[in-house]
């Protein structure tokens, strides 16, 4: 107990120190978005009852390159920890989320916390989060030919806290949730302010998946993400997910995102019970097939704790 306590307070400062250096404008990208392909392997990020949910002191990292070839085009970062506490009941989680794209930089920083009720076989997680989303955005480094307009001439920075809940069942066959990212909206005016917009253009996300297994050394994990938004002006988005898990060593998927008519190959290598790797490419195949390269993405997942074992390996 006495060694998750010190990571959790090495992991805040680290948490600070980006944070100081980076921060987020949602107004355009919101960081609440699961904007990741490989979301499915860190719950935490879509959703704060998640936390906990993998019986250990899970720690999870990745990098995102958006549209490769383009210029400025945006990186993400993400660096999230959750574990289940010695009561078995309650679970802490941490989020730090870091995005740059053209000339605004920006942070999101969200605390979790999750209480999990034992049903039978299965377990019910019902979680909080609560943090903060940074915007910094300094267009006084462009280099204007005519003479520099006001809106150029320096950075605009905001500060904009919020809120989010989710529930979340799930045993070693399947699991099902939903949660509302975050409830708090902002609006930016055409003088730059950002205000407190209504408390009714939240969007609701459900993810559902099942574990299928042929043989002990093939298996079959399908899901399912769907994002609604309460605001008419944004379309539904879902994702389709699938899996092949062989010898619990190689997780080769795909996923189809209709959004943003996006086809995403998926490789994961669980090197260890404690480690993985993965890696992804999205390819896409709408309007915007002609111009950009697709994206990249790679992630580290690295777990502490006794049940984490080669003998009972988490797949949700």
Request: hydrophobic share 40%; with cysteine.
């Amino acid at each position: 107990m006495g060694n998750r306590v010190l990571i959790f307070i090495l992991f805040l400062l680290t948490g600070a120190g980006l944070s100081a250096q980076t921060a987020t404008d949602p107004i355009k990208i919101s960081l609440a978005y699961p904007v990741y392909s490989q979301y499915l392997q860190n719950g935490l990020l879509i959703n704060p009852a998640y936390a906990g949910s993998r019986e250990a002191l899970s720690l999870f990292a990745s990098y995102r390159k958006q549209w490769l070839g383009v210029d400025r085009a945006p990186t993400y970062q993400s660096l999230s920890m959750h574990s289940l506490l010695k009561n078995n009941h309650v679970a802490l989680g941490l989020t730090l989320q870091t995005l740059q794209y053209g000339y605004t930089k920006g942070t999101s920083v969200y605390a979790d916390y999750a209480y999990h009720i034992t049903v039978g076989k299965s377990r019910l997680s019902m979680g909080l989060k609560a943090g903060f989303d940074m915007a910094n955005s300094d267009y006084s480094g462009i280099n204007l030919i005519y003479t520099p307009d006001e809106a150029f001439a320096g950075a605009n920075k905001y500060f904009m806290p919020n809120v989010g809940a989710g529930v979340y069942f799930y045993n070693n066959k399947f699991f099902i949730g939903a949660a509302v990212p975050t409830f708090l909206s902002y609006e930016k005016s055409s003088g730059g302010k950002v205000s407190l917009g209504t408390f009714t253009q939240f969007d609701v996300q459900a993810t559902a998946g099942a574990l299928i297994k042929f043989a002990d050394e093939f298996k079959f994990k399908p899901s399912v993400f769907v994002d609604y938004s309460l605001d008419k002006t944004k379309d539904m988005r879902i994702d389709l997910n699938a899996n092949f898990i062989i010898c619990d060593l190689i997780w080769i998927g795909g996923s189809w995102r209709n959004s943003e008519k996006v086809a995403v190959g998926i490789l994961q290598v669980q090197v260890s019970p404690q480690m993985m790797f993965g890696f992804s490419y999205d390819y896409p195949v709408g309007k915007g097939s002609t111009y950009p390269k697709g994206s990249v993405e790679g992630s580290l997942r690295y777990e502490f704790g006794y049940k984490v074992t080669a003998a009972n390996p988490r797949y949700f």
